[in-house]
C-alpha cells in the first residue's frame, strides 16, 4: 500500500508491505534502502523494483517490509544529499513502527542506501541487523570532487532547486561524515550480512571486505561473477532471503 511519511518539511513517498498470514508469533519488520540511481528513470536497485521486493519478503517471509524514495528521488519532495538520506533512512524507521505492530526491525540497503544502513544502525540500538548489498566503505571519492557529483545529482533530477545546496563545502562535508567502515565497528554486538558481487565495477570488493573486517563477526557473503546490481541476481536473492529467514529463528529461539 503507498504511503507517505515527512523529514525535515520533505513529504517522502514510500510502499508498506504488511502479510497477511504472519508465519510465527512475532513481529518482524525490514526497512529497505534504495541506492543512488545510476540513470534518470532509477534503475534496479534504486526505487523502481524494491516495492516489489517489499512485497516478496511479506508474502514468502511473514515480514513488514517497507521501501520508500529519499528526498530527492521519484516523488520524494526535496534534494539530495547524503546527510538528508541518512535522516530520511532514520524517519523511515520511526513510521515503520508507527505504522506496524514490529518488535524486531532490521534494515537491508542496496549500494548507496547499504552504507546508509549500517550507518543509521550504528546510532541506533534497536535496529536488530542490517543487510549492506554491494554496499561503499566511504564516499572519499564524492568527497574529492563534490562539483562533479553535484553536477551529476543535477541531471538525474536530485536536486530541483536552483539554489541548492546553499552551501557547498557543508554539502560535501556530509560525505566524509557516512562512514560504513567506522560504522560497522559499533556493529559488532549485532547481526551484519555483507553481500557484494565478485566484479563490480561500481563498488570494489575491497570495500565488502574492509566493512565484514571492521565488523569482525559480519557474514561476507561473495556473488561470484556478478556485478553491482545485485536486486535482481537470484543468488544474491536466496543468499538475502536465507539471511532473514535465520534472523527470525534466531530472535524467536531467544524468546523461548
Known amino acids: ?41 532509477g534503475g534496479v536497485d534504486a526505487t523502481v523494483s524494491l516495492p516489489e521486493l517489499a512485497d516478496q519478503i511479506a508474502e514468502q517471509q511473514g515480514w513488514v517490509a517497507m521501501a520508500y524514495a529519499s528526498r530527492g528521488v521519484g516523488n520524494s519532495e526535496g534534494d539530495f544529499s547524503l546527510g538528508g538520506w541518512l535522516r530520511d533512512l532514520q524517519g523511515a524507521v ?16 542496496f549500494g548507496t542506501g547499504g552504507a546508509l544502513a549500517v550507518v543509521a544502525a550504528a546510532s541506533d540500538p534497536t535496529i536488530q541487523g542490517v543487510a549492506a548489498v554491494a554496499a561503499s566503505a566511504d564516499f572519499d571519492d564524492w568527497a ?9 545529482a543535477r541531471d538525474l533530477g536530485l536536486i530541483r532547486s536552483q539554489d541548492f545546496p546553499p ?15 567506522e560504522a560497522a565497528e559499533r556493529l559488532a554486538d549485532r547481526e551484519l550480512l555483507v553481500l557484494h558481487g565478485s ?30 546490481q545485485l536486486r535482481h541476481d537470484p543468488r544474491a536473492m536466496a543468499v538475502l532471503f536465507g539471511w532473514l ?12
Open 1 to 41: 500500500m503507498n504511503r507517505c511519511f515527512e523529514v525535515d518539511g520533505n513529504k517522502l513517498v514510500a510502499h508498506l508491505a504488511v502479510p497477511t498470514t504472519p508465519r510465527q508469533t512475532g513481529h518482524f519488520g525490514v526497512v529497505i534502502v534504495h541506492g543512488f540511481p545510476a540513470q534518470i528513470a
Open 94 to 109: 520511526t513510521y515503520l513502527r508507527e505504522s506496524a505492530s514490529v518488535t524486531s526491525v532490521y534494515l537491508l540497503g
Open 144 to 152: 574529492r570532487n563534490p562539483r562533479k557529483l553535484l553536477v551529476v
Open 167 to 181: 552551501n557547498l563545502d557543508r554539502w560535501a562535508a556530509e560525505f566524509g561524515q557516512v562512514r560504513a567502515i
Open 199 to 228: 566484479e563490480d565495477e561500481t563498488v570494489p570488493l575491497f570495500d565488502a571486505r574492509a566493512v565484514a573486517d571492521s565488523h569482525g563477526t559480519a557474514d561476507l557473503r561473495v556473488v561470484q561473477g556478478a556485478g553491482h
Open 245 to 256: 529467514e535465520r534472523q527470525r529463528s534466531m530472535v524467536l529461539a531467544s524468546d523461548r
